[in-house]
Nanobody
Framework: QVQLVESGGGSVQAVESLRLSCTAS??????VAWFRQSPGKERQGLAV????????YYADSVKGRFTISEDNAKSTVWLQLNDLTPEDSAMYYC??????????????????WGPGTQVTVSL
């Protein structure tokens, strides 16, 4: 069982930045990913990191603006959000433990989820 808690969301202006944190009860999992979901839209995979391996992947839509990183000693995974736009407004979730056969960006394949943290970007 892995428990996840996100923090760091808030309301910002366009082009500003935020750093989201995902604190886990343990990072002994195959990967940790960040997703987001806006009302009426499907949950979107943003980035994934493989703890201890130094490997990360990003969705094309956020590559170059968002950065995922980890601190194993703190059991924490961060998502740095830069150059935010109103289109980035959403509930942001972290997820862990990708089940066999699933692609990292497909939300149904993750076993554990945090409650989410809201990001709101205004002009």
């Amino acid at each position: 069982q892995v428990q996840l808690v996100e923090s760091g969301g808030g309301s910002v202006q366009a082009v500003e930045s935020l750093r989201l944190s995902c604190t886990a009860s343990s990072l002994t999992t195959n990967c940790v990913a960040w997703f987001r979901q806006s009302p009426g839209k499907e949950r979107q995979g943003l980035a994934v990191i493989y703890p201890g391996a130094g490997v990360a992947y990003y969705a094309d839509s956020v590559k170059g603006r968002f950065t995922i990183s980890e601190d194993n000693a703190k059991s924490t995974v961060w998502l740095q959000l830069n150059d935010l736009t109103p289109e980035d407004s959403a509930m942001y979730y972290c997820a862990a433990d990708l089940r066999g056969g699933g692609s990292w960006y497909r939300w149904p394949y993750y076993r554990y989820w945090g409650p989410g943290t809201q990001v709101t970007v205004s002009l």
